[in-house]
């Protein structure tokens, strides 16, 4: 069998410096990488070794209205395991961000929260912390 991993996700952002920097504060990230990128625009790459998040702009990115679950291809959201779900929720809500939809289900617990660019987040605990 060849399973496949999960190598990265790539999200357009109006500015990559500071998303990298808030989700380097909220889920204790390191900044792996950071340069120019396709159409003149820039990269940070934030995550961990083997993994990571890059937030890129093309540098005019757009703000038409959308729903990204409403068509083919629409980012739903980013989601990431913690150990400690309240720790997060408190980082969260300390940026300015409203944690919602706050869930347990077998075999863990979530919340969710929106950047200020929209990306939709949720956020998994499978522990008990």
Known sequence: MNAGLLEHVNVTVSDPEATAALLARVFDWDVRWRGPAKSGGQSVH???KDWYVAVYSPGQPTDAPHDPGRFKGGLNHIAIVVTDLAETERRVAAE????FNH???EPGRRFYFIDPDGVEYEVVSYSQA
Do not use: D, I, K
């Open 96 to 99: 300015g961000l409203t944690p």
């Open 46 to 48: 934030v995550g961990a």
């Open 103 to 105: 869930g347990s289900y």
